[in-house]
């Protein structure tokens, strides 16, 4: 029984550091995809970031409320950026 009981706690540690795998995997995958979007929307144009003075944002008809949100954010990581260069 002793052998089962081995079995079953070797699957179980391996189960827990893919589960690990997994979820730092899924981190990464989220930070990536928010740099990516961030590049997106200051390329775009659609949010100009002036590095120290200001941010302006693309308001037409066609952004909607979550756009301007997004656009923000994207303002806001420029800044974040920014700041880590400066002495």
Known sequence: MSGTNSYLFVVGVI???LAASL???????NALEEAVST???LSSGK????PGAA?????TAEQTPADIINYA??????H???????P
């Open 55 to 59: 941010c302006v944002i693309s308001t």
């Open 15 to 17: 189960f827990a550091a």
């Open 39 to 41: 590049q997106i929307h």
């Open 23 to 29: 979820s730092l995997l899924g981190l990464r995958t």
């Open 73 to 78: 954010r994207a303002c806001a990581k420029a």
């Open 80 to 86: 974040e950026d920014w700041l880590k260069e400066q």
């Open 47 to 50: 949010a100009n970031y002036l």
